[in-house]
């Protein structure tokens, strides 16, 4: 239960770090911060931050696998840290949602196949509800909207096609992440991993992105966005790797994407969103089941 709880929480924390990623990086705003930027500067923020822990850990546990491990999953997320927030910035939200869900489907192959671990009927279910709610999540936002929208929007959106690979990278890397949270504790995993993707993005756009200005980073009005984005993230990544101990990898994502709920509220307040009701039904519904599921059959 208690993972359940956390992964809650979770949702409710990458909804409003979503709604930032939105509002900071807006195009028709003019100081809006490139996706860039702010990803490489809210990850160095939280090496900063994390940095004292340095003195504490136990580096002795670094053996060549943990190492290969914490940098593979790190480069899969310096991956997917870019891509989903290109699919938030340009793409059509009643879409991104839904197409974000495509990880559980693929989480319920990748954790099979990397970690051996065999959810229950009543977990499928539970994850399966989840998936097909957010789905039909956004249904009346598309006048023409039928159920292969999402998926046809691949051909035709760039950002859809962000998403759709954002979603595979994240059914690789979470499977990764549990492997050796287990080992370490989850402060440690995010020092390391904000390291090494710091280290991934600033030479991704050293050497590829010259029209990027790194030095703007440090303008006060940029770092307010970075420390904002940096403590809503660091939070629910810090909870997120708590759940994943108590809990299996696919249920701590699937339960990630209730966040649909809260998110449903929050876009109409800040971006005016129409059948605000029919949506938050809906979310509600998926809601329901979730903790349904949860406390009949103990996911």
């Given at each position: ?76 997320n ?7 927030i ?23 192959i ?59 990278i ?9 492997i ?59 909870l ?60």
């Open positions: 239960m208690i993972g359940i709880l956390l992964a809650l929480t979770v949702a409710f924390l990458k909804s409003l770090w979503e709604l930032a990623w939105k509002l900071f990086t807006d195009i028709k705003k003019k100081n809006s911060l490139d996706e860039y930027s702010l990803v490489l500067g809210a990850r160095v923020l939280s090496v900063v931050l994390l940095s004292p822990l340095i003195f504490f850990l136990d580096h002795s546990i670094l053996s060549i696998h943990i190492i290969l491990l914490i940098a593979l999953s790190s480069f899969f310096a991956i997917a840290n870019i891509t989903a290109k699919a938030v910035k340009h793409g059509d939200l009643s879409l991104v949602s839904p197409l974000s869900a495509m990880s559980i489907p693929f989480l319920l990748s954790w099979y196949i990397i970690l051996w671990e065999q959810a229950n009927i009543a977990g499928i279910i539970g994850v399966g509800i989840i998936f097909f709610g957010t789905y039909f999540l956004n249904v009346s936002e598309l006048k023409n909207w039928n159920i292969l929208s999402p998926l046809t929007a691949i051909y035709t959106n760039l950002w859809a096609r962000y998403m759709l690979f954002t979603a595979l994240w059914s690789l890397s979470s499977p990764l992440d549990k050796w949270v287990l080992e370490m504790w989850a402060l440690a995993w995010m020092l390391y991993t904000n390291i090494i993707v710091s280290i991934f993005i600033y030479l991704y756009v050293y050497f590829l992105r010259k029209d990027i200005v790194i030095k703007n980073i440090f303008q006060t009005k940029n770092i307010k966005k970075i420390s904002t984005i940096t403590v809503l993230g660091g939070l629910a990544i810090f997120q790797m708590l759940a994943l101990a108590y809990t299996l990898v696919v249920y701590v994502i699937a339960l990630k994407r209730a966040s649909g709920m809260f998110s449903v509220l929050l876009w109409a307040i800040f971006f005016k969103e129409k059948d605000i009701l029919t949506k938050f039904i809906s979310a509600v519904i998926i809601f329901a089941w979730v903790l349904l599921i949860t406390i009949m059959w103990n996911i």
